[in-house]
């Protein structure tokens, strides 16, 4: 198949070819299978053979439309591990055959001043996300990885320690360098005591992540079911944010706070946590506001900041690091026909704590 896109130098032609899928046509519709279409590799290019993706909360809000700017059909998946099994000519950090991951983002300007600083994720132009985002090459929208194959440029591309476990490593693509960069910028490490708020998908890995940074790590959750699995995760303690004599012993004594919580809640009763010039970073993303009392923050000199996924060398430090401490995501593996109930239970919060597809079953 050729697709013919217009270029500012003219028309130009791309070869393409059916791919099977799953996503979705509407955003009231199941996820099915579908038939979409996927580049040739050019010079650049390596073809990735999907054998894992994870399934992350974002896949759920961009099939369903909740951020009213998905584009249908839409096919989901951000956190791809697979094989190699073409290169561009051009392809000059990998080869077929090896095992290769990508994440959140398949291209970016490349010009702007936060690309060429290897923060790919704050593009100026917004960077190509690996779904929903425009197609330079066919002129339709990004497919994600609820599929059997996958070409992306190899400035995008990622290798994959040999010892991690391949299925659990697809999370670390998205929850494992949303919470990585993060805990990184604000220097966690030895000597530093750091809160991890919420056990979920995003939680459950900055605790490891901060624990193999030589932090002290207190978890803080509203239910008191996680507190073994939180140790056993790596805390130190294990804090019940419900309980206001237990709040109490930290208050005004953490240097560092990662809130992964994307529900409501009190942003105040952690920034009271903090220590002087002490900063909490929100990787979660609450539908509403979080309305932020002044005074929680001015007779400290504390700092409320976000954070997002990191550029590309910084996720590559993340895997590398991952796997120099044997870190992966704790995960529970689904075939892609079980996907619809995935989405069901994820909103429930009843997974531990990362549903991973065997992306073999597609061709069931």
């Known amino acids: 198949m050729e697709t ?3 270029t500012a130098e003219g028309a130009v032609s791309v070869h393409a070819k059916e791919t099977r899928a799953f996503g979705t046509e509407a955003a009231a ?5 579908l038939n979409i279409r996927r580049r040739n590799p050019g010079p650049h290019d390596v073809e990735i053979e999907i054998q894992f993706c994870g399934v992350c909360h974002s896949d759920l809000h961009t099939a369903r439309n909740e951020w009213h700017s998905t584009v ?8 791809i591990v697979g094989k190699i099994v073409a290169v561009g000519n051009h392809v000059t950090k990998f080869k077929v055959g ?3 991951g990508v994440g959140c983002m398949v291209d970016s300007c490349r010009e702007c001043e936060y690309c060429k600083d290897g923060l790919e994720q704050y593009c100026g132009e917004g960077n190509i996300g690996t779904y929903n985002s425009p197609d330079k090459y066919l002129g339709t929208q990004t497919y994600g990885g609820y599929s059997e194959s996958i070409v992306v440029d190899e400035a995008f ?3 994959v320690p040999e010892n991690l476990d391949l299925a659990a490593t697809a999370p670390l693509l998205c929850a494992g360098i949303t919470t990585y960069s993060p805990l990184k910028h604000w220097n966690v490490g030895p000597g530093k005591k750091v809160g991890i708020v919420g056990i979920g998908g995003l939680g459950h890995m900055a605790v490891k992540l901060a624990k193999a940074m030589g932090a002290e790590v207190i978890v803080f959750t509203t239910s008191a079911g996680k507190a073994d699995d939180a140790k056993r995760l790596g805390a130190d303690d294990v804090v019940l944010s419900s309980d206001e004599q237990q709040m109490t012993k930290y208050r005004g004594k953490l240097h560092f706070v990662l809130d992964a919580v994307s529900a409501q809640h009190d942003i ?3 920034l009271s946590l903090l220590k002087v010039d002490g900063s909490l970073a929100l990787v979660g993303a609450p539908e509403n506001p979080l ?4 005074f929680s923050l001015i007779p400290y000199r504390r700092n409320f900041a976000g954070s997002m996924i990191g550029g590309i060398a910084e996720t590559q430090e993340m895997l590398d690091f991952c796997g120099q401490h044997n870190i992966v995501s704790d995960i529970e593996m689904i075939s892609i026909q079980q996907i619809n ?4 239970r994820l909103l429930k919060g009843d997974v531990k704590y990362r549903f991973v597809i065997d992306m073999a079953t597609i061709k069931q």
């Not at 249908?72 to 956190?79: F, L, T």
């Not at 309305?291 to 002044?294: D, E, H, I, L, S």
């Open 4 to 6: 013919i896109r217009a």
């Open 268 to 270: 105040n009763l952690y």
């Open 341 to 344: 109930e995935a989405y069901e």
């Open 157 to 159: 591309v990622l290798r």
């Open 98 to 100: 090896d095992v290769a």
């Open 291 to 294: 309305p932020v009392a002044a």
């Open 29 to 33: 519709d199941a996820l099915k299978p």
């Open 72 to 79: 249908y059909p839409c096919v989901p998946g951000h956190e």
